[in-house]
């Protein structure tokens, strides 16, 4: 349920005061201070300094500034409007960052924003072999936080009452247009791995929608479920064969599925098996 913390890994990092800060809103401290320092070294003269922050392949692949991967996100030049779109930045940070962190806990959710930092500039840094890459800014990092949260809530309506993901297929189509437009693929490159990137996280952790192609392909590579052969009773004189001396799967790997990823992890498979082990148990009760 949105705005409600279902992750028992949920901590807050620190207080001040009565007020609980989590990790969301340490990031959220992080860019805000790096905007202001930034601002201050374009005011005496010293953004040149900014360049050995920003991703660069070649610097990477010749002199091992491998720093870079990551300090290119927390670039904010206040040139422009760019402070503008830097404050709508931090508010989707802030606000759809901590509903993503109360889902999937501090761990999960510290490793979704390392793999969006990180992985778009290794796969640019393996592009820099035959050309050479560049990238500043964290506008794709935190549209992607932005993705995850909508694949956490699809439905949860905001702005003029639309669905948040018609919202989202809205801007993301205006970014990738851009791109295309531009001819810019790095940044379409780097916007739509970061989309996937969020998308697919919260799938492996089986907090997104169901999804039957996903399912089936995660049903080839996980283990199948033991089967018991519940020992047949002697004969009735009904003649008839009872339910219970049908072969059941045991469902106890499914409890297990559930207590670890929440029943929205389930299969189609493993929901009619669950449903048919209950309904049996009812009707042995009655």
């Not at 670039?75 to 404050?87: D, K, Q, R």
Request: proline letters at 5%.
């Amino acid at each position: 349920m949105f705005g409600v913390t279902t992750s028992d890994d949920y901590r807050p990092v620190a207080w001040m005061g009565r007020y609980p800060v989590d990790v969301t809103t340490l990031l959220v401290g992080i860019h805000v201070a790096c905007a202001i320092l930034t601002a201050f070294l374009f005011a005496i003269g010293s953004a040149g300094v900014l360049n050995y922050a920003m991703f660069d392949s070649a610097q990477i692949w010749m002199h091992a500034q491998i720093w870079r991967l990551a300090t290119y996100a927390f670039i904010h030049p206040p040139t422009g409007y760019a402070l503008l779109w830097f404050a709508i930045e931090m508010y989707m940070l802030y606000f759809f960052g901590r509903e993503v962190e109360r889902f999937v806990g501090r761990r999960a959710y510290i490793w979704l924003y390392t793999l969006l930092l990180l992985v778009p500039t290794l796969i640019l840094t393996l592009w820099g072999l035959t050309t050479r890459t560049g990238l500043a800014g964290s506008g794709a990092l935190h549209f992607a936080v932005f993705a995850a949260f909508v694949t956490l809530y699809p439905n949860v309506q905001f702005f003029l009452r639309i669905p948040a993901k018609w919202v989202f297929l809205i801007l993301a189509a205006i970014g990738t247009l851009s791109a295309l437009a531009a001819h810019d693929w790095q940044d379409l490159i780097v916007f739509c791995v970061s989309i996937a990137l969020a998308f697919f996280f919260i799938e492996l952790n089986g907090a997104g929608p169901e999804l039957a192609w996903w399912n089936a392909v995660k049903e080839r590579f996980t283990p199948r479920p033991k089967f018991h052969v519940l020992p047949k009773p002697r004969a009735r004189s009904s003649g008839s064969r009872s339910e219970s001396e049908d072969v059941y799967p045991s469902i106890d790997p499914i409890l297990d599925k559930i207590s670890k990823f929440g029943i929205a992890s389930l299969t189609a498979t493993e929901r009619r098996l669950l449903d048919r082990e209950r309904e049996r148990l009812l009707k042995k009760s009655e």
